[in-house]
């Protein structure tokens, strides 16, 4: 992996993903690099809970995220209303998001093993494969990084620069458009995808149980995969206002083994992709490789977790915002799958899940699931997932959550990349197509932490500021709403 040379000179480049990401006028901004990097990219800490991957002014970086890590926070320092910076926070973020860090990809053994387990999957069942899968993940809980069960170090380290930032330029508060349409605290959104012609044919149902929960849900079928897929199948699940994804190509766990096979499959895919009008893909087993994602004809992606503890491929993105890979837009998967929890874990429960769903919401993040109809035909599976859905509506009748489908949080997050802040006599104001969705909001320095006030829905009155502030549970900011 080759790391871009980054000149000391290139103050606008180093603002990008911290800018990208709030959308805040760049005058706000202002980076430089302290100096040299050291070649070697380790691991550091930049603040609490915040770990770090890639070059840096620390000459001597740990190779490995175990404890104690040197913190850089305190190597920060001002330069009239400059943030001097010991690393360049858009390399630190992609190494994050695109899990550029040791131990994401499939070493040799892990390679054999999966490849034998595809090759003896017809044959075994699902007591024996939940068997060796608990092998294969082995030790799981002692990984200290990512941080389990959501890893927020992304997030974190662009509320850390922008708090820096405000510091820096002495300003007491700076506006950026807030994360979600109509001021949504979060979003939810619920994805199922579908595996054996068990799964396809529970759809039907599962469309009637997420609909009695007021809820659409996105469905990722396997174009060519151990079932078929009849026109009259699609198109329920598309007249009833639900979504349709393309799911790998024949979920053999092969989809990005070799270029020119994955290549061919890729043109494949596109052809369903266009011919189902999907704009949305996951692939199977959430196996992946980012910088092959061009090649698929998708506006989103759905296949990387937040943390990968316990899938095949390990790694994860390490924030709980959805964030770009070129011009593909990504929408992580931000929590437990249904069968990771029921077999491997033995839970049916839905404790993890709220427990994610808790620290998803303390980010103002977006709160994904990926919920199986394959594993939910048996009746405490399907209460499980029902309790799951009881939650979700309880939550969005307490407070503002936005429950979307990807497509729909695809189109916002695009919208909003285009948007802009402009000054206007003594305020400011969102400008773009879709504007009218979107909430002026403002990031302050209170007492050295960082919180977010939302200005009135109603755009030009700044002034009336709800103000029922709610403590995070975990360091951090605290948001106003
Ligand atoms: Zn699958």
Redesign the pocket.
């Known amino acids: 992996m080759g790391y871009p040379s980054t000149s000391a000179e290139n103050h606008a480049a180093l603002v990008q993903t911290v800018r990208d990401r709030f959308r805040c006028p760049e005058e706000f901004l202002d980076f430089r690099l302290a100096g040299e990097l050291s070649p070697a990219p380790a691991y550091f800490r930049f603040g609490a809970n915040t770990t770090c991957y890639g070059r840096s002014w620390e000459e001597d970086g740990r190779p490995q995220p175990a404890p104690p890590l040197r913190d850089l926070l305190s190597c920060v320092s001002v330069d009239g209303t400059q943030l001097v910076l010991p690393f360049d926070p858009n390399e630190i973020i992609d190494n994050l998001r695109l899990e550029r860090y040791p131990g994401c990809q499939l070493n040799e053994r892990e390679r054999t093993l999966k490849n034998a387990y595809y090759w003896l999957r017809p044959v075994t069942n699902r007591w024996i494969r939940s068997r060796v899968q608990r092998f294969r993940v082995a030790g799981w809980q002692k990984r200290a990084f990512p941080r389990w069960p959501v890893d927020s170090t992304v997030d974190n380290l662009c509320e850390n620069l922008l708090l820096l930032a405000l510091r820096a330029s002495g300003v007491s508060s700076l506006p950026f458009i807030w994360f979600w349409p109509n001021g949504a605290r979060c979003c939810v959104s619920m994805t199922h ?3 054996t012609a068990a799964g396809r044919d529970f759809c039907g149902r599962l469309l009637d149980i997420d609909d009695s929960f007021g809820f659409k849900s996105s469905f ?1 079928v ?1 174009p060519e995969g151990p079932y078929s897929v009849p026109p009259a199948y699609l198109s329920e699940i598309r007249d009833r206002g639900f979504e349709l994804c393309v ?2 190509l024949n ?1 053999d766990g092969r989809l990005f083994d070799e270029r020119e096979s994955f290549l061919r499959r890729a043109a494949r895919i596109n052809h369903y992709a266009e011919e189902y009008g999907a704009t949305g893909f ?1 692939a ?2 959430l196996y992946r490789k980012p910088e092959w994602f061009s090649d698929l004809e998708f506006s989103f992606d759905m296949s990387i977790p937040n943390v990968g503890h316990l899938d095949p491929q390990r790694g994860g993105c390490c924030t709980v915002t959805p964030y770009f890979v070129g011009d593909r837009l990504e929408l992580p998967l931000t929590t437990i799958q249904d069968y990771t929890l029921f077999h491997m874990l033995g839970e049916r429960s839905t404790a993890l899940w709220k427990l994610q769903l808790e620290l998803i919401l303390a980010r103002n993040g977006l709160a994904t699931f990926l919920v ?1 109809p394959d594993y939910i035909t048996g009746p405490k599976e399907q209460a499980v997932y029902m309790d799951l859905l009881a939650v979700l509506a309880a939550l969005r009748e307490r407070e503002n959550i936005w429950a979307a489908l990807p497509r729909e949080i695809d189109v916002w997050w695009r919208a909003r990349n285009s948007m802009s802040i402009v000054r206007e006599d003594n305020s400011w104001r969102i400008v773009g197509a879709g504007a009218e969705r979107a909430v002026l909001a403002f990031a302050k320095n209170v007492d050295g932490q960082l919180v977010y006030e939302l200005a009135n829905p109603q755009r030009g009155e700044l002034l009336d500021f709800r103000t029922h502030r709610r403590q995070r549970p975990q360091d951090g900011c605290t948001t106003i709403v």
Request: hydrophobic fraction near 35%; aromatic fraction near 0%.
């Open positions: 995808d579908v595996e990722q396997v799911q790998d979920h996951r199977a087993v199986h």
